[in-house]
Nanobody
Framework: QVQLIESGGGLVQAGGSLRLSCAAS????????MGWFRQAPGKAREFVAA????????YYAGSVKGRFAISRENAKNTVYLQMNSLKPEDTAVYYC?????????????WGQGTQVTVSS
């Protein structure tokens, strides 16, 4: 079992920045992708960013590439999502996730979600 606890959401103006954190506990993460997904009201949950825990290779959705950065801190078993140049369309509940791939259908573990609201 893996437990994921997110923090760092909030309200920010367009153009601003936020950093989300996801602290993981439980089994080893070496065989997992760790990532972030988001879900806006009335929309499906969508992929945002992911990294392969062992190798650190990163992946991004086209809508956030160049603005968001995913990283990890091994000693703290924590994954971060640095979000810059935020837009109102980034408003959503952001979920930390762990799975054997970063396809939403294959995620094994989800965090509880943290709200990000970007005002125009």
């Amino acid at each position: 079992q893996v437990q994921l606890i997110e923090s760092g959401g909030g309200l920010v103006q367009a153009g601003g920045s936020l950093r989300l954190s996801c602290a993981a506990s439980g089994r080893t993460l070496s065989s997992y992708y760790m990532g972030w997904f988001r879900q806006a009201p009335g929309k499906a949950r969508e992929f945002v960013a992911a990294l392969w825990w062992s190798g650190g290779i990163t992946y991004y959705a086209g809508s956030v590439k160049g603005r968001f950065a995913i990283s990890r801190e091994n000693a703290k078993n924590t994954v971060y999502l640095q979000m810059n140049s935020l837009k109102p369309e980034d408003t959503a509940v952001y979920y930390c996730a762990a799975g054997l791939s970063y396809n939403v259908a294959t995620i094994d573990y989800w965090g509880q979600g943290t709200q990000v609201t970007v005002s125009s």
